[in-house]
Protein backbone atom coordinates (compact mmCIF):
# COMPACT_ATOMS: atom_id res chain seq x y z
CA UNK A 1 0.00 0.00 0.00
CA UNK A 2 1.54 3.22 -0.99
CA UNK A 3 1.16 6.02 1.98
CA UNK A 4 0.20 9.30 1.40
CA UNK A 5 1.89 12.72 2.38
CA UNK A 6 -0.57 12.97 5.51
CA UNK A 7 -0.13 8.76 6.48
CA UNK A 8 3.79 9.91 6.32
CA UNK A 9 3.59 12.86 8.41
CA UNK A 10 1.13 11.04 11.15
CA UNK A 11 3.98 8.24 11.22
CA UNK A 12 6.71 10.87 12.20
CA UNK A 13 8.64 10.99 9.00
CA UNK A 14 10.96 14.19 9.70
CA UNK A 15 11.30 14.41 5.34
CA UNK A 16 7.33 14.10 5.05
CA UNK A 17 7.17 17.17 7.79
CA UNK A 18 8.81 19.37 6.24
CA UNK A 19 7.30 18.90 2.94
CA UNK A 20 3.69 19.03 4.67
CA UNK A 21 4.99 22.23 6.07
CA UNK A 22 6.69 23.78 2.66
CA UNK A 23 2.87 22.58 0.86
CA UNK A 24 0.87 24.61 3.03
CA UNK A 25 3.26 27.64 3.25
CA UNK A 26 3.01 27.76 -0.54
CA UNK A 27 1.15 30.37 -2.89
CA UNK A 28 1.08 28.40 -5.30
CA UNK A 29 -3.12 27.74 -6.08
CA UNK A 30 -2.88 23.91 -7.06
CA UNK A 31 -0.83 23.76 -3.87
CA UNK A 32 -3.36 25.17 -1.86
CA UNK A 33 -5.62 23.24 -3.08
CA UNK A 34 -3.32 19.85 -1.76
CA UNK A 35 -2.52 21.69 1.11
CA UNK A 36 -6.42 22.11 2.31
CA UNK A 37 -7.04 18.62 1.40
CA UNK A 38 -3.99 17.74 3.74
CA UNK A 39 -4.88 19.32 6.36
CA UNK A 40 -8.57 18.18 6.23
CA UNK A 41 -6.75 14.60 6.55
CA UNK A 42 -4.56 15.26 9.30
CA UNK A 43 -6.90 17.47 11.55
CA UNK A 44 -8.18 14.71 13.60
CA UNK A 45 -4.64 14.12 15.09
CA UNK A 46 -4.47 17.90 16.03
CA UNK A 47 -5.50 19.92 19.06
CA UNK A 48 -3.27 17.34 21.31
CA UNK A 49 -0.41 19.77 21.81
CA UNK A 50 0.38 22.74 24.32
CA UNK A 51 0.83 26.12 21.88
CA UNK A 52 3.13 29.16 23.00
CA UNK A 53 3.61 31.96 21.70
CA UNK A 54 7.12 33.53 22.42
CA UNK A 55 7.99 37.39 21.62
CA UNK A 56 10.12 39.93 22.21
CA UNK A 57 12.49 43.03 21.65
CA UNK A 58 15.40 42.23 19.25
CA UNK A 59 18.54 41.37 21.27
CA UNK A 60 16.13 40.49 24.48
CA UNK A 61 17.42 36.78 23.35
CA UNK A 62 14.80 34.81 21.89
CA UNK A 63 16.62 32.03 20.33
CA UNK A 64 18.96 31.66 23.52
CA UNK A 65 15.69 31.59 25.57
CA UNK A 66 13.69 29.04 23.82
CA UNK A 67 17.07 26.39 23.32
CA UNK A 68 17.28 26.41 26.79
CA UNK A 69 13.37 26.09 27.49
CA UNK A 70 13.03 23.46 24.58
CA UNK A 71 15.58 21.43 26.09
CA UNK A 72 14.03 21.34 28.97
CA UNK A 73 11.02 20.28 28.31
CA UNK A 74 12.83 17.76 26.13
CA UNK A 75 13.90 16.34 29.77
CA UNK A 76 10.15 16.34 30.78
CA UNK A 77 9.50 13.65 27.80
CA UNK A 78 7.74 15.71 25.67
CA UNK A 79 8.62 16.49 22.19
CA UNK A 80 9.31 19.81 20.98
CA UNK A 81 8.03 21.94 17.35
CA UNK A 82 9.51 25.13 17.13
CA UNK A 83 8.28 27.26 14.45
CA UNK A 84 10.75 30.37 14.14
CA UNK A 85 9.67 33.16 11.81
CA UNK A 86 12.47 35.47 10.73
CA UNK A 87 12.30 38.74 9.23
CA UNK A 88 11.78 39.60 5.50
CA UNK A 89 13.71 42.11 4.16
CA UNK A 90 11.00 45.08 3.06
CA UNK A 91 13.61 45.87 0.36
CA UNK A 92 14.63 41.65 -1.00
CA UNK A 93 11.68 40.00 0.79
CA UNK A 94 14.40 37.84 1.35
CA UNK A 95 15.44 36.41 5.40
CA UNK A 96 18.35 34.90 6.98
CA UNK A 97 16.46 31.76 8.36
CA UNK A 98 19.22 31.74 11.01
CA UNK A 99 17.53 30.01 13.73
CA UNK A 100 19.02 26.47 13.26
CA UNK A 101 22.33 27.69 13.70
CA UNK A 102 21.28 29.84 17.04
CA UNK A 103 19.46 26.53 18.65
CA UNK A 104 22.64 24.14 17.22
CA UNK A 105 22.02 21.99 20.40
CA UNK A 106 17.92 21.88 20.09
CA UNK A 107 18.25 21.15 16.39
CA UNK A 108 20.17 18.41 16.91
CA UNK A 109 17.89 16.28 19.43
CA UNK A 110 16.06 13.84 18.01
CA UNK A 111 12.75 14.48 19.73
CA UNK A 112 12.72 18.24 18.40
CA UNK A 113 12.12 20.20 14.94
CA UNK A 114 12.90 23.64 14.18
CA UNK A 115 11.10 24.77 11.21
CA UNK A 116 12.89 28.84 10.11
CA UNK A 117 10.35 30.58 8.00
CA UNK A 118 10.04 34.03 6.48
CA UNK A 119 7.42 36.43 8.01
CA UNK A 120 6.97 37.38 4.26
CA UNK A 121 6.26 40.84 5.44
CA UNK A 122 2.76 39.03 7.73
CA UNK A 123 1.12 40.94 10.77
CA UNK A 124 2.40 40.15 14.21
CA UNK A 125 5.15 38.91 12.97
CA UNK A 126 3.94 35.50 11.53
CA UNK A 127 4.38 33.73 8.42
CA UNK A 128 1.50 33.78 6.55
CA UNK A 129 1.05 29.73 7.17
CA UNK A 130 2.26 29.46 10.32
CA UNK A 131 -1.01 28.38 11.95
CA UNK A 132 -1.31 25.71 9.29
CA UNK A 133 2.24 24.78 10.26
CA UNK A 134 1.46 23.96 13.69
CA UNK A 135 -1.74 21.70 13.08
CA UNK A 136 0.91 19.95 10.76
CA UNK A 137 3.48 19.75 13.90
CA UNK A 138 0.35 18.58 15.74
CA UNK A 139 -0.25 15.50 13.32
CA UNK A 140 2.96 14.45 13.67
CA UNK A 141 3.27 13.93 17.35
CA UNK A 142 4.95 16.84 18.90
CA UNK A 143 2.85 17.81 22.24
CA UNK A 144 4.67 21.12 22.77
CA UNK A 145 5.25 23.47 19.76
CA UNK A 146 6.75 26.94 20.31
CA UNK A 147 6.28 29.85 18.03
CA UNK A 148 8.73 32.50 18.18
CA UNK A 149 7.75 35.92 16.64
CA UNK A 150 9.93 38.87 14.72
CA UNK A 151 10.03 40.73 17.48
CA UNK A 152 7.85 43.39 19.23
CA UNK A 153 4.80 45.51 17.80
CA UNK A 154 0.86 46.62 18.05
CA UNK A 155 0.36 43.39 15.41
CA UNK A 156 1.52 40.99 16.90
CA UNK A 157 -1.91 40.01 18.62
CA UNK A 158 -1.49 37.61 15.61
CA UNK A 159 0.25 34.95 17.45
CA UNK A 160 -2.21 35.47 20.65
CA UNK A 161 -4.55 33.99 18.07
CA UNK A 162 -3.27 31.06 17.57
CA UNK A 163 -1.52 30.20 21.25
CA UNK A 164 -2.59 28.77 24.28
CA UNK A 165 -0.43 31.28 26.11
CA UNK A 166 1.90 34.35 25.21
CA UNK A 167 5.58 34.70 26.81
CA UNK A 168 6.76 38.12 26.43
CA UNK A 169 10.79 38.05 27.16
CA UNK A 170 11.60 41.33 28.83
CA UNK A 171 15.59 42.08 28.85
CA UNK A 172 16.74 44.29 32.14
CA UNK A 173 18.86 47.41 31.91
CA UNK A 174 17.54 48.76 28.83
CA UNK A 175 16.61 51.82 29.92
CA UNK A 176 13.06 52.88 31.12
CA UNK A 177 11.70 49.36 31.03
CA UNK A 178 8.35 50.44 31.52
CA UNK A 179 7.98 52.47 28.30
CA UNK A 180 9.99 49.46 26.69
CA UNK A 181 7.32 47.67 25.54
CA UNK A 182 4.12 48.91 24.50
CA UNK A 183 0.97 48.31 26.49
CA UNK A 184 -1.30 46.77 23.96
CA UNK A 185 1.43 44.22 23.99
CA UNK A 186 2.26 43.55 27.58
CA UNK A 187 -1.21 43.41 28.42
CA UNK A 188 -1.04 39.86 26.11
CA UNK A 189 1.03 38.32 27.98
CA UNK A 190 0.20 35.21 29.76
CA UNK A 191 3.83 35.12 31.35
CA UNK A 192 6.68 37.73 31.19
CA UNK A 193 9.95 36.70 31.37
CA UNK A 194 12.68 38.82 32.88
CA UNK A 195 16.13 37.74 30.62
CA UNK A 196 19.40 37.65 31.70
CA UNK A 197 19.24 37.73 34.80
CA UNK A 198 22.18 36.75 36.08
CA UNK A 199 25.82 38.90 37.28
CA UNK A 200 25.97 42.30 37.06
CA UNK A 201 22.57 42.55 35.36
CA UNK A 202 20.69 40.26 38.14
CA UNK A 203 20.05 43.45 40.24
CA UNK A 204 18.68 45.04 37.10
CA UNK A 205 16.35 42.05 36.29
CA UNK A 206 14.94 41.89 39.91
CA UNK A 207 13.95 45.52 39.82
CA UNK A 208 12.55 45.20 36.56
CA UNK A 209 10.61 42.36 37.65
CA UNK A 210 9.29 44.26 40.54
CA UNK A 211 8.36 47.07 38.57
CA UNK A 212 6.60 45.38 36.02
CA UNK A 213 4.36 43.63 38.80
CA UNK A 214 3.41 46.74 40.03
CA UNK A 215 2.40 47.96 36.80
CA UNK A 216 0.35 44.69 35.47
CA UNK A 217 -1.63 45.58 38.62
CA UNK A 218 -2.72 48.51 36.43
CA UNK A 219 -3.69 46.24 33.53
CA UNK A 220 -6.71 44.31 32.51
CA UNK A 221 -5.76 40.99 32.94
CA UNK A 222 -6.19 38.58 29.97
CA UNK A 223 -8.15 35.76 31.91
CA UNK A 224 -10.54 37.00 33.99
CA UNK A 225 -9.01 37.94 37.48
CA UNK A 226 -5.76 36.63 36.74
CA UNK A 227 -3.35 38.72 36.33
CA UNK A 228 0.16 37.64 34.40
CA UNK A 229 3.08 35.80 35.99
CA UNK A 230 6.33 37.63 36.11
CA UNK A 231 9.43 35.52 36.14
CA UNK A 232 12.95 36.10 35.61
CA UNK A 233 15.45 33.69 34.10
CA UNK A 234 19.36 32.91 32.52
CA UNK A 235 19.48 31.31 29.40
CA UNK A 236 23.49 30.96 30.16
CA UNK A 237 22.92 29.43 33.72
CA UNK A 238 19.61 27.80 33.46
CA UNK A 239 18.21 29.70 36.67
CA UNK A 240 14.50 30.54 36.19
CA UNK A 241 14.10 27.59 32.93
CA UNK A 242 12.27 25.12 34.97
CA UNK A 243 9.94 27.37 36.75
CA UNK A 244 8.92 28.94 33.56
CA UNK A 245 7.56 25.77 32.50
CA UNK A 246 6.07 25.01 36.08
CA UNK A 247 3.84 28.10 35.10
CA UNK A 248 2.94 27.13 31.79
CA UNK A 249 1.79 23.54 32.61
CA UNK A 250 -0.13 25.25 36.17
CA UNK A 251 -1.89 28.16 33.65
CA UNK A 252 -2.83 25.60 30.57
CA UNK A 253 -4.13 23.21 33.21
CA UNK A 254 -6.13 25.74 34.59
CA UNK A 255 -7.36 26.86 31.59
CA UNK A 256 -8.60 23.51 30.50
CA UNK A 257 -10.43 22.93 33.70
CA UNK A 258 -12.33 25.71 33.74
CA UNK A 259 -13.23 25.25 29.98
CA UNK A 260 -11.49 28.19 29.15
CA UNK A 261 -9.01 26.48 26.97
CA UNK A 262 -11.65 24.72 24.45
CA UNK A 263 -13.36 28.74 24.12
CA UNK A 264 -10.34 29.88 23.40
CA UNK A 265 -9.48 27.64 20.82
CA UNK A 266 -12.87 27.68 18.88
CA UNK A 267 -12.68 31.36 19.05
CA UNK A 268 -9.07 31.45 17.31
CA UNK A 269 -10.23 28.64 14.65
CA UNK A 270 -13.24 31.32 13.76
CA UNK A 271 -10.50 33.73 13.66
CA UNK A 272 -8.54 31.87 11.01
CA UNK A 273 -11.77 31.17 8.91
CA UNK A 274 -12.28 34.63 8.33
CA UNK A 275 -8.48 35.71 7.96
CA UNK A 276 -8.68 32.48 4.85
CA UNK A 277 -11.56 34.44 3.89
CA UNK A 278 -9.95 37.78 3.54
CA UNK A 279 -6.98 36.38 1.95
CA UNK A 280 -8.41 33.90 -0.77
CA UNK A 281 -11.14 37.13 -1.93
CA UNK A 282 -7.76 38.77 -2.39
CA UNK A 283 -6.14 36.33 -4.60
CA UNK A 284 -9.39 36.21 -6.11
CA UNK A 285 -8.79 40.02 -6.89
CA UNK A 286 -5.32 39.76 -7.86
CA UNK A 287 -5.24 36.28 -10.38
CA UNK A 288 -8.53 37.52 -12.09
CA UNK A 289 -7.53 39.15 -15.39
CA UNK A 290 -10.89 41.45 -15.79
CA UNK A 291 -10.25 42.67 -12.10
CA UNK A 292 -6.27 42.51 -11.87
CA UNK A 293 -6.47 45.02 -14.76
CA UNK A 294 -8.51 47.78 -12.81
CA UNK A 295 -6.29 47.71 -9.95
CA UNK A 296 -3.63 49.93 -11.21
CA UNK A 297 -6.29 52.20 -12.44
CA UNK A 298 -8.46 52.24 -9.06
CA UNK A 299 -5.10 53.13 -7.32
CA UNK A 300 -4.09 55.86 -9.02
CA UNK A 301 -7.59 57.67 -8.56
CA UNK A 302 -7.29 56.86 -5.13
CA UNK A 303 -3.68 58.48 -4.69
CA UNK A 304 -4.72 61.31 -6.47
CA UNK A 305 -7.80 61.61 -4.23
CA UNK A 306 -10.38 61.61 -6.52
CA UNK A 307 -12.05 58.18 -5.76
CA UNK A 308 -11.99 57.20 -1.51
CA UNK A 309 -10.75 53.48 -0.63
CA UNK A 310 -13.92 52.30 0.29
CA UNK A 311 -15.59 53.37 -3.38
CA UNK A 312 -12.77 51.53 -5.00
CA UNK A 313 -12.96 48.25 -2.80
CA UNK A 314 -16.75 48.75 -3.51
CA UNK A 315 -15.77 48.48 -7.10
CA UNK A 316 -13.79 45.65 -7.32
CA UNK A 317 -16.03 43.61 -5.28
CA UNK A 318 -18.67 44.28 -7.07
CA UNK A 319 -17.08 43.32 -10.25
CA UNK A 320 -15.74 40.14 -8.75
CA UNK A 321 -19.31 39.42 -7.48
CA UNK A 322 -20.58 39.95 -11.03
CA UNK A 323 -18.62 37.34 -12.42
CA UNK A 324 -19.87 34.67 -9.73
CA UNK A 325 -22.65 32.29 -10.82
CA UNK A 326 -25.59 33.34 -9.55
CA UNK A 327 -25.53 30.81 -6.58
CA UNK A 328 -29.12 32.27 -4.60
CA UNK A 329 -30.71 31.72 -7.67
CA UNK A 330 -29.93 27.97 -8.06
CA UNK A 331 -31.36 27.32 -4.39
CA UNK A 332 -34.65 28.70 -5.19
CA UNK A 333 -34.96 26.95 -8.11
Not at 14 to 38: N, P
Not at 212 to 231: F, I
Not at 265 to 294: G, M, Y
Not at 302 to 320: F, N
Amino acid sequence: MTLTLADKVVSGDRRALAQAITLVESTRADHRVEATALLEELLPRTGNATRLGISGAPGVGKSTFIERFGLHILGQGHRVAVLAVDPSSAVSGGSILGDKTRMEELARHPDSFIRPSPSGGALGGVARRTHEALLVCEAAGFDVVLIETVGVGQSEVEVDEMTDLFLLLVSPGGGDDLQGIKRGITELADILVITKADGQLLAAAQQAAADYRQALHLLRPKHGSTEATVLLCSSATGEGIAEIWAAVTERRDHLSAAGDLAARRSTQAKHWLWADVQERLLAQIRDDRSTAARIPELEDRVAAGKLSPSAAAAQLLGELAAMQPDASRERVD
